[in-house]
């Protein structure tokens, strides 16, 4: 049986790649979905390579591993919901931090065949700093991984 990671976030290059993990890989697969959420806000925080303790009341006076669990749990609860609205019946993970990382970390937790992403055009300033997740998953590993593209561009 093929094992499919689908990585899911907000958006329709997300909701596509779930349809086409389906189309593709048909009800015999089993799936998992992986949400990535960034990290809540830790009051000391580094700023430019300073640390910098907060100044100001914390607006969430809860201990930091309370805020991780909601945080993972409410990851983990999107990407069950969102692989539901793409048709798909997937086991669902949620994950915190560096996407690459965590998407990286749940294919080798679980032993994956495939990574299916979506892919997020960036406009050329963005992608100096930032990194498409599909493009960097292609380079750091050597399971197979499936891009898919929206198809509200022009493909000429």
Known sequence: MTT???A????????AAALAAAELFGPDASYLAINVADAPFDESAFVYGYAFPAVM????DRPMSERVYETVT???LEAARMSEEAGVSATAL????DPVTAIL??????GVDVIVTGWHDRNWFRG???KPVG???VHKTNIPVLIVPTHDHDTH
């Open 4 to 6: 499919v990671l689908i």
């Open 8 to 15: 899911l976030d907000q958006s329709d290059a997300s909701h």
């Open 57 to 60: 009341p914390a607006m969430d």
């Open 74 to 76: 409410r990851a983990r």
């Open 94 to 97: 949620g994950d915190m931090g």
């Open 105 to 110: 970390a749940a294919a080798d937790e679980y």
């Open 128 to 130: 100096l700093f930032d």
């Open 135 to 137: 493009e960097t998953l």
